[in-house]
């Protein structure tokens, strides 16, 4: 004979109804237990998914702009190049010395002394003095100075003397401090 859920009268139909729901969630009590960790669990693995897809979002963003980051260091790269030439991380006392031998023929000048000096630290950059002693004419001295001033490099002039030239090549003979610089990557004190 079979069941016949129908037949039943509405209070049993009931009682079967809560019974079955009863069994169900004890079953499911007993079977699964700990809904409250899981809950938890999800809750904190939604969190961290969230955490992770806002990282990426970062990263996207930074991605995108990654060509940008890199035309800018470029740049960068080529204005320290440009930096470096005017102040170098190396005193390059023979580039210098030619440079200013070529200089001094150019000017007509008779280049008699070329005495690189100690560096001297400064905050961020070191002092290379470089002591002098040309012969030749005035204005040619003149000349001298005005073509070392539009070098590349920054130098300063200093201490000239100028004295008459009894021996040899032109009317003068002078001394000076012909100082450039030399940056410090170190970062020097001043001493």
Same mark, same amino acid.
């Given at each position: 004979m079979a069941f016949e859920f129908k037949k039943l009268p509405f209070g049993a139909q009931i009682g079967v109804i809560t019974a079955v729901a009863g069994v169900l969630v004890a079953g499911a009590w007993m079977g699964y237990p700990n809904f409250s960790e899981m809950k938890k669990k999800n809750i904190a693995d939604q969190q961290r998914l969230e955490e992770l897809q806002t990282e990426i979002r970062k990263g996207q963003a930074i991605e995108a702009k990654l060509p940008e980051f890199e035309k800018e260091i470029e740049n960068l790269q080529l204005k320290l190049n440009d930096l470096l030439a005017i102040l170098p991380t190396e005193p390059e006392t023979g580039e210098l010395l030619k440079w200013v031998k070529n200089l001094a023929d150019q000017s007509n000048l008779d280049l008699m002394a070329f005495t690189p000096g100690a560096l001297r630290p400064q905050e961020f950059y070191k002092e290379f003095p470089i002591n002098m002693n040309v012969r030749g004419d005035?204005? /040619?001295?003149? #000349?001298?100075?005005?073509?070392? @001033?539009?070098? @590349?490099?920054?130098?300063? #002039? &200093?201490? #000239? &003397?100028?004295?008459?030239?009894? /021996?040899?090549?032109? @009317?003068?003979?002078? $001394?000076? $401090?012909?100082? $450039?610089? #030399?940056?410090?990557?170190?970062?020097? $004190?001043?001493?």
């Open positions: 005035y204005h /040619d001295l003149g #000349v001298f100075f005005d073509r070392i @001033s539009k070098y @590349s490099r920054i130098i300063n #002039v &200093s201490g #000239v &003397s100028i004295g008459g030239n009894k /021996d040899g090549h032109g @009317s003068i003979a002078s $001394t000076f $401090t012909a100082t $450039t610089f #030399v940056y410090d990557e170190k970062g020097g $004190t001043p001493q």
